[in-house]
């Protein structure tokens, strides 16, 4: 339902033209009484245009048609998924062919800055743990990094599409802070970043390889 909500929404957008770049889109109250849907499915679809850079949200203010829209990622076809597992799967699976070649195109390319960035974001996930919050939104943060750092602009766009799409896979990952899980992902991302920095390629393509093969395992027997 959400996907199809989805296809709705971007088709008043791109197709009927109701709403152009920059126009703020109807409230979920509102989309969800047209749509005939409830208003978590409206989220839900919002979430997913967002990823697809259809929307964008102003925090505190609304959600509002994106600029960049021409340039979706969306003609991959990434959100039209059969359902919530199948998507979770999918994403992760689709993440392992991905981010291995990622990290070995920021070896070779990663800057100082870029190095800094990603360290400052391992960090981040680091404190989170360390006080006893979630990692989601700090470990998403810190594969978009990686993926800034392969100075390839389509894999960058379509690893933020791909990341958001798992927003409820690493939630499940997170939210019950399993020590030995949360520990590992750590070694991890630290272990990533040390082989960039060294222009490594191939260590850093292993142990990002190893990282997903992690999560995939630990959904598996959850």
Same mark, same amino acid.
């Given at each position: 339902?959400?996907?199809? %909500?989805?296809?709705?929404?971007?088709?008043?957008?791109?197709?009927?033209?109701?709403?152009?770049? &920059?126009?703020?889109?109807? #409230?979920?109250?509102?989309?969800?009484?047209?749509? &005939?849907?409830?208003?978590?499915?409206?989220?839900?679809?919002?979430?997913?245009?967002?990823?697809? *850079?259809?929307?964008?949200?102003?925090? &505190?203010?609304?959600?509002?048609?994106? *600029?960049? *829209?021409?340039?979706?990622?969306?003609?991959? @076809?990434?959100?039209? %998924?059969? #359902? /919530? /597992?199948?998507?979770?799967?999918? #994403?992760?699976?689709?993440?392992?062919?991905?981010?291995?070649?990622?990290?070995?195109?920021?070896?070779?390319?990663?800057?100082?800055?870029?190095?800094? +960035?990603?360290?400052?974001?391992?960090?981040?996930?680091?404190?989170?743990?360390?006080?006893?919050?979630?990692? !989601? !939104?700090?470990?998403? =943060?810190?594969?978009?990094?990686?993926?800034?750092? #392969?100075?390839?602009?389509?894999?960058?766009?379509?690893?933020?599409?791909?990341?958001?799409?798992?927003?409820?896979?690493?939630?499940?990952? $997170?939210?019950? @802070?399993?020590?030995?899980? +949360?520990?590992?992902?750590?070694?991890?991302?630290? =272990?990533?970043? /040390?082989?960039?920095? =060294?222009?490594? @390629?191939?260590?850093?393509?292993?142990?990002?390889?190893?990282?997903? *093969?992690?999560?995939?395992? $630990?959904?598996?027997?959850?």
């Amino acid at each position: 339902m959400p996907e199809e %909500t989805a296809r709705k929404i971007s088709n008043m957008i791109l197709n009927e033209k109701r709403f152009k770049p &920059g126009d703020r889109i109807p #409230s979920e109250y509102e989309l969800a009484h047209e749509l &005939g849907v409830s208003r978590l499915t409206v989220r839900e679809a919002v979430k997913t245009l967002i990823a697809n *850079n259809i929307l964008y949200i102003k925090r &505190g203010v609304g959600t509002f048609v994106s *600029n960049e *829209n021409k340039d979706s990622v969306n003609p991959y @076809g990434i959100y039209f %998924t059969k #359902s /919530k /597992k199948e998507h979770i799967k999918d #994403s992760f699976e689709t993440r392992r062919i991905i981010e291995p070649e990622i990290v070995m195109l920021a070896a070779e390319r990663a800057t100082e800055e870029d190095i800094a +960035d990603m360290l400052k974001c391992a960090e981040n996930c680091k404190e989170c743990l360390l006080n006893g919050g979630s990692i !989601d !939104d700090t470990d998403r =943060e810190f594969h978009i990094s990686l993926a800034k750092a #392969s100075h390839n602009a389509i894999l960058y766009r379509l690893m933020t599409t791909v990341d958001y799409e798992i927003e409820d896979s690493r939630q499940a990952l $997170y939210i019950k @802070g399993n020590k030995s899980f +949360d520990d590992g992902v750590l070694v991890d991302h630290f =272990e990533v970043v /040390k082989f960039i920095k =060294e222009s490594d @390629g191939v260590g850093a393509s292993i142990v990002m390889r190893h990282h997903l *093969n992690r999560a995939l395992e $630990y959904l598996k027997n959850k």
